[in-house]
């Protein structure tokens, strides 16, 4: 088989196309919880804390004190960013949140599946025993 039927063959398989399907959609998907985090979640937070910032919030381990964390950068000291992390922390529970919401919305208008209930078999001692019933059965 040649390089290229082959390549053919590989790309033309359901699941490599389904996959870029759902990276395509991913992506896309991926702009609108970042707009619902930052564009409507995050101001309300701002507002229930009353404009409460973390960005600012940091530990510069030279000993000096700078005005922002800027400043500090600027300055080439090391910081210890944990306000940035509190704010990547809070996104990312605001996003988690999103999501949760978003696909428990999507699984109701989503289609409920037939459950279908088979009887299991006999397991196999089930069926020796009805074996050796049956011919029990047979001789009298």
């Known amino acids: 088989m040649g390089f290229v039927s082959e390549f053919k063959e590989f790309i033309?398989?359901?699941n490599v196309l389904d996959l870029a399907v759902g990276v395509i959609i991913g992506g896309a998907f991926?702009?609108?919880v970042t707009s619902l985090t930052d564009d409507i979640l995050m101001p309300v937070l701002t507002l229930m804390t009353g404009g409460l910032d973390f960005k600012e919030w940091?530990?510069?381990l030279d000993g000096n004190t700078?005005?922002?964390l800027k400043a500090a950068q600027d300055a080439k000291?090391?910081?210890i960013n944990y306000g940035l992390f509190l704010n990547a922390v809070i996104?990312?529970?605001l996003m988690a949140f999103a999501i949760?919401?978003?696909v428990k919305l999507a699984n109701r208008f989503k289609k409920p599946q037939e459950v279908v209930v088979t009887e299991p078999g006999p397991t196999k001692d089930q069926a020796l025993l009805i074996e050796i019933r049956d011919a029990l059965r047979s001789r009298a």
């Open 77 to 79: 000291a090391a910081t």
């Open 66 to 68: 700078y005005n922002s």
């Open 12 to 14: 033309s398989k359901g």
């Open 58 to 60: 940091y530990l510069a």
């Open 91 to 93: 996104t990312f529970l």
């Open 100 to 102: 949760f919401w978003i």
């Open 30 to 32: 991926g702009k609108i």
